[in-house]
């Protein structure tokens, strides 16, 4: 039997509302000494909540969910008071009394999930949440919790076996009266289980991406406008800025958030033939930046006629255009990845926020889920087992289309629990009338 | 009284798990006795007059790799041949043959009586004697007593049979052979779990009774397959055809109506009966929609009319079979020769089993096929060929082989099994073999004859054979690795004619051949290989085609058995790992893996409960190395 943990459920200094939630078999001993009485199962009930030598703490609803109908599993007692920290304190000091431990960050998802009331991807996305540092990474996290993920998983999975269910019939029971797919038909299934798995690749790639942001560093020659952009973008001067070129020796930093996508700006030394040892290694500096970043802004002068661009990096690469204010152009997007702006006034620095948005796969307010990078690498390994399975139904290979399939099957499970040949084998016999 | 001698491995039941366990155990060198109740029913096909099919004819190729039986009788029994998934790649193409029930018997009990080491005795064991959990002797019917260091229990569908034929209901093995009853109840009350499972077979039919003008006529395959690398089709008898009919609705409303009366319906039959092999009551009420079910009429031998017709396997009453029957086109004036019936019999839960097929509980104490709860006769052959091996190393003090999942598809039996158990009876499908690509019928021989070969199971006459035709596959490989196709050559024009096939730039042969299109006949008949043999082109071809499958499986395999080498120790508990949901606890308590790649297996496993599992399995070891 594990101990009775309690914590305090709600953000601290909020004010309105303070729940401090208790989860253990110790329950009904401590709402005995602090209501009173038991109250009775999950019904709101308006009471006194007092120390044990009768000074009343607070008031409020107290909520008793017995075992196992709780979040947790396990017999859950919930008092809503009115929130002031010292009143929470002075409660949670008297459970504390009872011989009940405070919980540990998580710990009643963990006890949830261990006690099956969470699947293994809604725990994780309770973790999510709970070290998530954004809203929107919340709202992101929230989806998963209620199960949308899962459910969208096991939507896929039922897709793959059902289609495994007719092209492993056919393998193994040539002999028998089915009606098995045609290719056409297994090639459109193909297809809608491949954009269903991109779509989730997408929705989780970009939940991801607000939970851990994006790394983004500003590169270019020296003087075009690099650390002025940086001000600009966070507000404040974070980088000294001048006239003279190779002013920024050393890389800045700063994190701005973007509607709640977290970005860390790097400012980086211009980079440009030098032999002064300081600058070099200022340089060096900004390449390991650069060579690390998700994104690179490439700022460039406007009015520079043969547009540079960098070397190949693992990030994606933005050229800013910037002192458009200079050559009179209008500032904004030039194109999808090209941006002219003015950092004097800010001018077009929106726009160029909107294009790092969209390299972070950034989805306005709606459909991220909090995706793990397993959950994501094996969502890919399962796209690309479906588009092998494709290439082989074009050549009518029927046992590799077979083979592609039970790899994307099992990729799945990793994510929700694997399907055995027996469970695929049950699926096929309660479909088909099999056997002589 | 005491039998006059003592062997070192007894194997109990001669059917096609107790003839390849007896054979198997006699070649590596035991001295073997086969103990059964009837010498004439040793390698009687008590249920249809077939071998292979596909999943099954892989294990057959695989027990012929190991120096079996099962294969070379069929091809001297064998009366129909038929490649089966013909139009499909190869790994997923299988070999079924009907066979003449006479001749497979003949051809079985001859391998028995010209086996050197083997001796065999009829009469019926009916107890066992242990001396503290180890099993060192079997007592008969006629009181004799006979010592072994090894036993093997291959009792098949006898163990506590029972029949039904409509409401009534007799102890009974097979049609016409008693039950082991007595040996039944000493069994349970040994530390095994029991459980009853059922089977059922179809009523036979006088063929001399049957209109074959009304049904549809299936003719063997030509060129005529074999089943045995050792097979030539001079070995085999006249071909006869197999034919197709139908049931319709009339059959069916008859079958509907007698339902009442049938004991799978009125739950006097506890045991689970397969899914893929239901009953034809079962197909009529769960497939309601269906109007009509496809029958295989299947000739029971060359010197016999009794027909066997695969698809109506019924436990009604005998007037609504006969009735049935008669509804049935070609069938209207058909004699019923025996009745259909079906048997519900003990298994034991093969997780008891230790991969060697020894029980954990009682030691030196095998266990081989239907006891084990599978079906079939191969599945039980490939077993009952492990059981006699390990019996006889095991008396000889030698560590047991079994064969992996990524070995044979024996392995992928054996390893269902033991980790899984049965809860109905276990057949073989493609679809269990996750390396089903490398587990070929064509290469069942380069995956195991060697190894076959070290433990004494492959006599010398095989691995010649095996030699010859493997020293001929590496020269085809070698050739094909060797030779670039220049641009404009004759042979480039030679091969892009008959293979239709363009080429724009100098390639390398084992390039070429990877396109789907290209097939062995177009080599030979471009002159490529015009003096290798057309079939080991072809099967050189195969892993050529496979390549980057066979590739990535390779690691998968890899994987496995790093998760394999992890062993979970013994009193693990799995109650006490915090992170697990009930479902996987129960279902890992139920289990009780062995190692962390047994657990990898079980449906609903996660990474995250494994990566617990493994850590759980480390510190434990670690507390123990300190303690
Ligand atoms: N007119 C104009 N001047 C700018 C703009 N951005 C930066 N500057 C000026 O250009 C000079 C160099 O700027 P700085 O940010 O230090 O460039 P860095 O070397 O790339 O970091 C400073 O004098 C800035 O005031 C712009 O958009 N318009
Ligand atoms: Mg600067």
Not at chain 2, 114 to 125: A, G, I, P
Not at chain 2, 445 to 467: A, H, N, Q, S
């Amino acid at each position: 039997m594990s101990e009775t943990i309690c914590a305090v459920a709600t953000p601290p200094g909020r004010g309105g509302i303070g729940i401090v939630r208790i989860s253990g078999s110790a329950c009904q001993r401590v709402a005995r000494e602090l209501l009173g009485f038991i109250p009775s199962p999950r019904t709101a009930i308006h009471t006194d909540f007092c120390a044990p030598d009768g000074e009343t703490l607070d008031s409020g609803i107290a909520l008793y969910f017995p075992s196992p109908a709780s979040y947790t599993g396990e017999d859950v007692l919930e008092l809503q008071g009115h929130g002031s920290p010292i009143a929470l304190e002075r409660i949670v000091g008297c459970i504390l009394d009872q011989g009940v431990r405070l919980a540990n960050p998580g710990e009643f998802t963990e006890r949830a999930f261990r006690n099956d009331k969470l699947d293994l991807a809604q725990a994780e996305a309770v973790a999510d949440l709970i070290a998530s540092g954004s809203a929107e990474a919340g709202r992101a996290a929230t989806r998963s919790l209620t199960g949308e993920f899962s459910l969208r998983i096991r939507e896929l999975d039922q897709r793959v076996l059902k289609l495994r269910m007719f092209i492993e019939s056919a393998i193994d029971f040539a002999e028998e009266e089915i009606d098995f797919l045609g290719d056409t038909e297994q090639q459109s299934r193909l297809d809608e289980m491949r954009s269903l798995v991109e779509a989730l690749i997408d929705r989780s790639t970009a939940g991801l991406t607000m939970q851990i942001g994006l790394d983004v560093a500003i590169a270019g020659a020296p003087n075009v406008g690099k650390s002025s952009l940086l001000n600009r973008l966070l507000g404040e001067d974070r980088a000294i800025v001048t006239a003279t070129a190779g002013t920024t020796r050393d890389t800045l930093h700063g994190d701005l958030s973007l509607d709640g996508l977290p970005v860390r700006l790097t400012d980086t030394a211009g980079l440009h033939a030098s032999d002064d040892p300081i600058e070099l290694m200022g340089m060096e500096r900004a390449q390991t930046a650069l060579s690390t970043a998700d994104c690179v802004l490439w700022v460039i002068d406007d009015a520079d006629e043969n547009l540079s661009t960098p070397d190949m990096y693992r990030g994606k690469t933005l050229v800013v255009r910037n002192k458009c204010d200079l050559t009179g152009n209008t500032p904004g997007a030039v194109g999808k990845t090209e941006f002219r702006t003015c950092a004097l006034t800010g001018a077009g620095l929106s726009d160029v926020c909107e294009g790092l948005k969209q390299v972070a796969g950034f989805r306005a307010g709606t459909d991220a889920f909090a995706g793990r990078p397993r959950h994501i690498a094996a969502l890919k390994r399962v796209d690309d087992a479906l588009s092998q399975a494709a290439k082989e139904l074009s050549v009518r290979e029927g046992e590799l289309v077979a083979e592609n399939l039970r790899v994307a099957h099992e990729s799945l499970g990793e994510i929700v629990g694997i399907t055995t040949s027996d469970d695929l084998l049950g699926e096929i016999f309660s479909t088909f009338c099999i056997g002589k | 009284m005491k039998f006059p001698t003592a062997f070192d491995v007894i194997v109990i039941g001669g059917g096609h798990a107790g003839v390849e366990a007896a054979l198997a155990s006699a070649r590596v060198g035991a001295s073997t006795l086969l103990l059964t109740q009837a010498i004439e029913t040793i390698g009687q096909m008590s249920c249809n007059p077939a071998i292979g099919g596909i999943g099954k004819s892989h294990l057959v190729r695989e027990i012929d790799a190991l120096g079996g039986v099962m294969a070379t009788a069929a091809d001297k029994a064998g009366i129909h041949f038929r490649i089966l998934n013909n139009s499909k790649g190869p790994a997923v193409r299988a070999t079924r043959v009907q066979a003449d029930r006479v001749l497979y018997r003949n051809a079985i009990r001859q391998a028995v009586e010209r086996q050197s080491n083997l001796s065999v005795f009829q009469d019926m064991m009916v107890d066992l004697t242990l001396q503290s959990d180890r099993i060192c002797s079997v007592s008969t019917r006629l009181g004799m007593e006979i010592e072994a260091r090894a036993v093997v229990l291959t009792t098949g569908t006898f163990l506590g049979g029972r029949i039904f034929v409509g409401r009534e209901q007799h102890a009974g093995g097979r049609a016409g052979d008693p039950a082991s009853v007595e040996l039944a109840e000493k069994l349970r009350s040994l530390p095994l779990a029991a459980g009853r499972l059922k089977t059922g077979t179809p009523p036979r039919i006088d063929g001399s009774t049957v209109d074959f003008s009304k049904l549809e006529e299936q003719p063997g395959d030509e060129p005529r397959p074999v089943m045995s690398f050792l097979g030539t089709r001079e070995m085999h008898p006249r071909q006869v055809s197999c034919h197709i009919t139908h049931t319709n609705v009339r059959t069916h409303d008859i079958i509907r109506r007698a339902l009442d009366q049938s004991p799978m319906f009125t739950g006097e039959i506890e045991g689970v009966g397969p899914r893929y092999c239901p009953s034809i009551e079962d197909k009529v009420v769960r497939f309601a929609e269906r109007d009509q079910h496809q029958i295989f009429v299947e000739p029971e031998g060359l010197e016999t009319t009794e027909l066997y017709p695969n698809g109506i396997s019924t436990s009604l009453p005998f007037d609504a079979q006969y009735e049935a029957v008669r509804s049935i086109r070609g069938f209207e004036n058909a004699q019923i020769t025996r009745p259909g019936y079906a048997i519900e019999y003990d298994f034991f839960d093969p997780r008891g089993l230790l991969p060697s097929l020894e029980t954990k509980n009682i030691e030196n104490l095998f266990f081989a096929g239907q006891i084990n709860g599978t079906t079939g006769y191969e599945e039980a052959a490939a077993q009952g060929l492990v059981a006699g091996l390990n019996a006889a190393r095991k008396s000889a003090g030698l560590a047991a082989w079994v064969p992996q999942r990524h070995e044979a598809y024996i392995g992928v039996l054996i390893d269902d099994l033991t980790t899984m158990g049965a809860n109905e009876p276990y057949r073989m499908f493609t679809s269990r073999a996750e390396y089903r690509l490398r587990l070929r019928q064509d290469n069942a021989d380069l995956r195991l004859t060697p190894i076959g070969r070290e433990l004494g199971l492959v006599p010398d006459d095989r691995f010649k054979v095996f030699t010859t035709r493997s020293k001929k596959l590496e020269a085809c490989n070698e050739a094909l690795s060797r030779t670039t196709i220049r641009l404009n050559s004759d042979m480039a024009n030679k091969l892009s004619k008959a293979s239709g096939e363009r080429l724009s730039k100098d390639i390398p042969l084992l390039d070429f051949v990877k396109r789907p299109a290209v097939r062995a006949e177009h080599l030979t008949s471009a002159g490529v290989f015009a003096n290798t043999d057309e079939s080991y082109l072809a099967q050189a071809l195969i892993d050529v085609k496979y390549d980057g499958y066979l590739r990535r499986q390779d690691q998968a395999i890899a994987r496995a058995k790093d998760q394999m080498s992890i062993r979970l120790p013994d009193e693990l508990n799995f109650r006490e790992i915090d992170g697990l949901s009930n479902e996987l606890r129960e279902k890992l308590e139920h289990v009780q893996p062995r190692t962390l790649g047994n657990a990898a297996s079980i449906p609903g496993m996660t990474p995250a409960a494994l990566s617990l599992l493994s850590v759980y399995a480390k510190r434990y070891s670690g507390l123990r190395k300190t303690a």
